[in-house]
């Protein structure tokens, strides 16, 4: 059963950074690509980052390229998404997701099979 996990939201200030974790568990990950989306209250879900687990491949929303970066540690079977220059349109939960089979498609969220619980990030003005 697969099962990712996010942690690591919370309160901060504008220009503060925050880091997220997805740890991804319930079979091996190598072939899949990970991503990130968020959803603001009101708003539809979006894409954030992405990467392709085995080779490292990543990708980005313009409104986030720069200042988001999103890595995986194969040791510890976990996907990263570091958020630097928050800023108050950054607020939103945070999901990470898996995709069994990777498309060119990486922003789009039916291409993802497994969604984790959600972090709620915050970033006050």
């Known amino acids: 059963q697969v099962q990712l996990v996010e942690s690591g939201g919370g309160l901060v200030q504008a220009g503060d950074s925050l880091r997220l974790s997805c740890a991804a568990s319930g079979r091996s990950f190598s072939s899949y690509r990970m991503g990130w989306f968020r959803q603001a209250p009101g708003k539809e879900r979006e894409f954030v980052a992405a990467?392709?687990?085995?080779?490292?491949?990543?990708f980005y929303s313009n409104s986030v390229k720069g200042r988001f970066t999103i890595s995986r540690d194969n040791t510890k079977n976990t996907v990263y998404l570091q958020m630097n220059g928050l800023k108050p349109e950054d607020t939103a939960d945070y999901y990470c997701?898996?995709?069994?089979?990777?498309?060119?498609?990486?922003?789009?969220?039916?291409?993802?099979?497994?969604w984790g619980q959600g972090t709620q990030v915050t970033v006050s003005s």
């Open positions: 990467i392709n687990w085995s080779v490292g491949n990543t």
């Open positions: 997701a898996a995709d069994r089979q990777p498309s060119p498609r990486y922003a789009t969220i039916s291409e993802y099979d497994y």
